[in-house]
């Protein structure tokens, strides 16, 4: 009524949505991790099983979706440590995180990922750990249900790196902050999300050329 009498129809299903979800919509990290990391891990359990396709951009580590259980394992521990967890069950949350991502080999689920080459090297991890994890993008990067992008150092931008990102079909998109984790519900928000993340996509390397930076950062190791 009030869009109606305010000649802003067009808002009036944005602000609905805000009105339901605010509280829920910013969450600190602090009270995320109050149960534990492996909660963490576990509460997007239905939001998994029930997306389709999955659209994720991360400008700092391999995204959950795609990490080795040794890989998660070092950064899950790293978190810990920053959000000075008394009792670090990282260890365990890194398997959930693993088990999790299994969804990658199930049917009726894509996957289009795409991250910055700095994330290649960006050593969070132990040098075996590290071979293991990029090897994995190697093999996981292969499969029919997964595409993904690797955006050069070298590429001409026609946008900044931004926040990691993970879309879930065209419902919802979950922002990683250094505080917060922030759910976007809004569909004029998450529109924003989709057209960055086909700006973004556009800059990428496939293929080929994407093993070929992997490659490269894998020799870089020794």
């Known amino acids: 009524r009030w869009c109606a009498a305010t000649h802003a129809e067009d808002q009036a299903q944005d602000l609905v949505v805000q009105s339901i979800n ?10 995320h ?10 509460r997007r ?12 951009y991360s400008s700092g580590l391999v995204p959950g979706l795609l990490q080795t259980e040794g890989y998660a394992l070092a950064v899950l521990r790293m978190a810990a440590g920053i ?22 080999h199930e049917q009726g ?12 090297h960006c050593q969070v991890a132990e040098s075996d750990a590290m071979a293991a994890q990029l090897g ?5 990067g292969a499969l029919p249900a997964v595409s993904l992008g690797i955006i050069p150092m ?23 902050l250094v505080s917060a984790e922030v759910t976007v519900t809004q569909p004029s928000e998450i529109a924003l999300y989709m057209e960055a993340f086909e700006e973004l996509r556009s800059m990428a390397v496939y293929g080929g050329e994407a093993r070929a930076l992997i490659l490269k950062a894998i020799e870089m190791l020794v």
């Open 154 to 176: 070298r590429a001409r931008r026609v946008r900044w790196p931004e926040e990691t990102f993970h879309v879930y079909d065209d419902r919802l998109v979950s922002v990683e």
């Open 33 to 42: 991790v109050r149960s534990g990391l492996r909660h963490v891990q576990e």
């Open 136 to 140: 994995y993008l190697l093999t996981v």
């Open 22 to 31: 605010a509280e829920s919509m910013y969450r600190q990290w602090r009270d």
């Open 109 to 120: 689920h894509g996957f289009v990922v795409v991250i910055e080459e700095p994330v290649l």
């Open 45 to 56: 359990g239905n939001v998994f099983r029930a997306t389709e396709h999955f659209r994720v």
């Open 83 to 104: 959000h000075d967890m008394a009792d670090d069950d990282s260890a365990d949350a890194a398997h959930a995180r693993v088990e999790r991502s299994r969804i990658i």
